[in-house]
């Protein structure tokens, strides 16, 4: 069976799918982009990711006048189209195709590529490990740019060492958040601590939904930077993303988290976000 993405008006073969060399994404990295769970052919917190992907496109100034109903309509389409039970959506948007000069053109139609594939997903995940590393990026890491290249690096750190996932930590020796994924911790009062929403962080929707899942349950969360030593002596360190959902981290870097097995605050969130989402 083959696969079926959206380009630009067009649904399209997977692999015949494509830009032209001069889309300012690829020239520049110039969008921004989004990614969305699919589970049981439902599309997770779908009006949280398109009010960040408007915030997005409008920290950058690119105008982008497509309606939620729209972007919902192609979304499912790509899921049942690729007969997805459980998967994942990317959308990317950039500022469309123009001579490459590094302002912004006019009069260009943005460009909007949608990509779908299925993926497993269970209720229990094993507990990975983790590595610190320096977080090098710009100073809006609240927008959700494809400009991704130190967080391939720190990834590719992470690869290297065996690692699931790359810490990012500041120069001010606080940790922003994962490669890929946002970080929190359980203290020895069992509190929540997660760093809070700022232009140090990709403020993650699925840390949003989760935040709201946790009072509910009446977790105490605390949003506030924390640094490597606190997250190695924390009861339990867990990542949240579309992709990792709740994944419990047990290591990081040569240091075991608590005895080093999956605690049960991560385990009892990520069931809890996963039957919120039935
Ligand atoms: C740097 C970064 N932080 C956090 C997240 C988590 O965001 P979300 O929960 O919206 O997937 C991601 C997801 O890709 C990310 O790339």
Excluded at 84 to 99: C, E, H, M, S, W
Excluded at 140 to 162: G, S
Excluded at 171 to 189: C, F, H, P, R, Y
Aim: with cysteine; hydrophobic share 40%.
């Amino acid at each position: 069976m083959s696969r079926i993405a959206y380009v630009n008006g067009r649904y399209l073969p997977h692999k015949n799918a494509s830009v032209h060399i001069e889309d300012r994404g690829y020239q520049f990295g110039d969008g921004v982009y989004e990614v969305v769970l699919v589970l049981n052919k439902n599309l997770i917190d779908f009006e949280g990711h398109y009010t960040r992907l408007k915030r997005s496109l409008s920290e950058i100034s690119l105008d982008f006048p497509i309606s939620e109903t729209v972007i919902k309509q192609i979304f499912k389409r790509l899921v049942r189209s690729n007969h997805i039970t459980n998967g994942l959506i990317y959308l990317q948007v950039t500022r469309g195709v123009a001579d490459r000069a590094h302002q912004f053109p006019t009069n260009v139609p943005p460009a909007l590529v949608v990509t779908a594939k299925p993926t497993l997903i269970t209720k229990t995940v094993a507990g990975k490990k983790a590595i610190t590393t320096a977080d090098q990026r710009w100073d809006r890491r609240d927008i959700k740019t494809i400009q991704l290249l130190p967080n391939c690096i720190a990834k590719q750190e992470a690869v290297k060492h065996d690692a699931f996932e790359a810490i990012m930590v500041m120069q001010d020796g606080t940790i922003t958040e994962g490669a890929s994924s946002n970080l929190w911790m359980v203290d020895k009062d069992n509190q929540l601590v997660t760093r809070q929403a700022s232009n140090a962080i990709l403020n993650g929707i699925t840390k949003l939904s989760l935040t709201n899942i946790a009072s509910i349950r009446q977790y105490k969360i605390v949003e506030r930077p924390f640094t490597v030593e606190e997250a190695r002596e924390a009861k339990e360190l867990f990542v949240t993303s579309a992709t990792a959902i709740v994944t419990p981290i047990i290591q990081l870097n040569d240091d075991l988290i608590a005895d080093g097995n999956v605690g049960p605050v991560a385990l009892a969130l990520r069931s809890a976000y996963l039957e919120n989402t039935r």
